[in-house]
């Protein structure tokens, strides 16, 4: 049988790093079994909706290269459009096929009317959550005949309709990750299948979508552990064949607590707008629950898809660490052609800067970018200027070194007479005088350095005045000499 996995988000706001790592595994499971992925937007709760979520999140995924083959996509005038044959997509376009299965459980006793009003249902979850009891449903309305209760409808009163639960009975289950899973119907609450609203609960609608669109990978976050049994009855109560489920893990924060969108950074775009490459944040995202046999850090999307496997992921927790996606982030731009790397870095260069020297500055400052929008800081350090007046203690001593004004003399007449002002030939113009003048160490390199920048450390000196070029590198030494 082939291989059907979906994500399935809520358009409510931001992709985040978890939705991510599930799409994620829900793409390679499925790509590494010559399977089908499948993106579906849960839209029933229309009071949460939040206006281009859902643009945003089909833009985040294909930026990750992860790619859906049904469902809602992108065309060329940023529209979206809804594509293959178990649409519609979107849950709050199945109203009508949800109807006719919520038809059929009532039809049958399971599943019920209830018109339980907010203020008892909250005053019921009060009181047993004082008396430490598991806040659940406790059946008042179990038992109103169907009859009655479509009269009761017909006269407008509100109402939900609830799933209706076997009595004290295991339901077990086999999770990819956690093995077997065994929960009690006395422990579980009769599940809200459509709310006053007219929508149905995620509970319902994803076994119906599930089922007519083929679906038989289940790949979820933890969370969802503890309802999968209220799915098994549906799916056993609408004669529906069971998927096989998977659960990941939670990513969690250096606190070790379940990373939380209102504590934590965690919005992909966020990270994409900052400039960590895409192929880097997928690549350290798969490793959070999962690793490669081989221990290998670094993998290329095919090779994700290569080795990937459900089985293979943790069941605990994954710290997502800022500091690792960094070091993986920095591998990937230092092993970028510089070509192509000049073409990511270049919408988040604020200064006016042409190719050629944005390319000098990318060969000088690269091994040390963990994001692309450090590209400014590491500029400004470039073209930063020498403020005299407000140096400290050493760069006064540097400053006042005896052999200063012979240095700086020579440097701006070897400068000077310099045809081609590359790396190479400006670092043969300061060993010269090192030769020549017997100028060595702090007393070399430093007050060239403080001459230049103002600073005592930074990147590589011949580089900064190549860049610099000749002209403003001669003045700046002039306007040292003028401090001695």
């Not at 004004?405 to 590359?422: I, Q």
Request: net charge negative; proline share 3%; charged share 30%.
């Amino acid at each position: 049988m082939k291989t059907v996995t979906r994500f399935a988000p809520s358009p409510t706001g931001y992709l985040h790093i978890g939705g991510l790592r599930t799409a994620l595994y829900c793409y390679l499971y499925a790509r590494h079994n010559g399977g089908k992925y499948i993106l579906r937007i849960e839209d029933t709760d229309q009071n949460r909706y939040v206006e281009g979520s859902v643009e945003n999140l089909i833009n985040s995924l294909l930026t990750c290269g992860i790619i859906n083959d049904e469902g809602p996509k992108l065309n060329e005038k940023n529209e979206v459009i809804q594509v293959g044959e178990s649409g519609p997509y979107f849950q709050s376009q199945r109203l009508e096929i949800y109807k006719k299965y919520l038809d059929k459980l009532l039809e049958e006793g399971k599943a019920y009317y209830c018109f339980c009003s907010k203020e008892r249902l909250e005053s019921l979850r009060k009181e047993q959550m004082e008396n430490n009891l598991t806040p659940k449903y406790d059946g008042k309305c179990r038992d109103i005949s169907l009859t009655d209760a479509r009269k009761r409808v017909a006269n407008g009163e509100e109402y939900v309709i609830r799933l209706k639960l076997p009595e004290d009975k295991d339901i077990i289950f086999e999770d990819v990750i956690r093995g077997e899973v065994s929960i009690n119907t006395a422990d579980i609450d009769e599940q809200v299948l459509l709310k006053a609203d007219g929508f149905p609960t995620y509970h319902f609608a994803v076994v119906i979508d599930d089922h007519f669109m083929g679906v038989n990978c289940v790949i979820r976050g933890e969370e969802w552990l503890v309802s999968t049994p209220k799915h098994i009855i549906l799916y056993d109560y609408l004669g529906f064949d069971k998927p096989k489920f998977a659960h990941l893990p939670s990513v969690l924060n250096k606190n070790k607590k379940k990373l939380s969108k209102r504590h934590d950074s965690v919005a992909v775009e966020d990270f994409l707008q900052k400039g960590y490459l895409p192929e880097a944040l997928v690549n350290y995202i798969a490793m959070l629950g999962w690793s490669s046999k081989e221990g290998k850090d670094i993998m290329s999307m095919e090779e994700l898809i290569e080795e990937f496997d459900l089985k293979d992921v943790n069941k605990a927790g994954a710290v997502f660490d800022i500091e690792k996606l960094n070091w993986v982030n920095s591998h990937y731009i230092k092993e970028m052609d510089s070509e192509e790397l000049l073409k990511r870095v270049k919408p988040f260069v604020k200064r006016d800067t042409d190719d050629e020297t944005l390319k000098m500055i990318l060969d000088l400052v690269k091994e040390k970018m963990e994001y692309l929008s450090q590209i400014n800081e590491l500029i400004d350090e470039i073209y930063m200027e020498a403020q005299f007046d407000n140096f400290g203690e050493e760069e006064k001593e540097v400053m006042e070194i005896e052999t200063n004004s012979v240095l700086f003399e020579k440097m701006v007449t070897l400068l000077s007479e310099l045809e081609d002002v590359t790396q190479e030939n400006v670092f043969k113009c300061i060993k010269s005088i090192q030769k020549s003048e017997k100028i060595k160490g702090k007393a070399l390199y430093m007050p060239i350095r403080i001459a230049i920048n103002g600073v005592m450390h930074g990147s590589d000196l011949a580089g900064i005045i190549a860049i610099l070029g000749k002209d403003e590198a001669v003045r700046r030494l002039k306007e040292a000499m003028k401090q001695i």
